[in-house]
């Protein structure tokens, strides 16, 4: 069976999509896209979006079920505007969905909404995360049962304004070959609620252990974390923001240094590119967004699905769909 190249579902924009297999079916939790006045910038105050619908599948390529409003920016008391990028994460039969908005002073933050449903409704905890800042949260439980949530995005996601301990309305990304910007990992603690242990800085290293440059644009972390595992070996992917493409690396531990590993997919229609990889039924997939469904508007994407396949060594390819009037 090849997939299609054809948006998951159309009678809503949405983006980020971040896949998860609970109770035997695919949940999909993606942002959900919608039109707005607001100007097109490099901050991205286009993408203002007010909830989150999580969606599923029984099969990969069966029917996509949406189980409606999961969770809006009116019932999360500290969030002001701009429902980012969501992930959700399952524990002794709870589930945590895990989502980035700015706070009451204009601050990223990721605040957490638990449920006893992977589709919600999702009630908002009072307070973000402490110590939780910027975009994309992406949670990640290992085989030992330890949780982890890994976040970070530059511009408009505010990564440059925490090369410190607190936020800074000053700061710039780094430059030319000083280090790029890293993303940003946390062991969520037994609660799934809160960190156990310090924000620490994920390392992404070239071939030769040097940390990839601020000017490898090619290279260099922007947005979109995604942690998975498989046959021992830890992948960590992310967009390259600018240069528009999901690259990935890879490492022997959650915490890295993450040695880079390649390209996954080249860049699609519209300015963002935003993935997750998951398992299901022994085949490996990578969901995804562009804004075909709205003609190339940036800020009205459509999820997507493809499969990956991965060779001997670990290295991983995604298989490109064919078109979707001759797919069998
Ligand atoms: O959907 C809003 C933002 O666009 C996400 O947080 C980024 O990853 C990018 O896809």
Redesign the pocket.
Known sequence: MRLQDSPLITHLYT??PSAHVFEGKVYIYP?H?RETDKPDNDL?DQ?D?VDYHVFSMDEISGQVTDHGVALAIADVPWASKQL??PDAASKDGCYYLYF?ARDRAGVFRIGVAVSDRPFGPFKAEPEPIKESYS??PCSFVDTDGRAYLCFG?LWG?QLQNWRGPAFDAAGREPAGDEPALSPRIAELAPDMKSFAGPVREIQIIDEEGHPIRADDHDRRFF??AWMHKRDGIYYFSY?TGNTHFIVYATSDNPFGPFTYAGRLLEPVIGW???HSIVEFKGRWYLFH?DSSLSGGCNHLRCMKLKEITYDQDGRMQVVMPTPAACAT
């Open positions: 983006a980020d942002s896209d991205g993408y979006m980012w990028a980035p975009i994309d995005g996601g947005e979109a967009s963002t590119t935003h967004h």
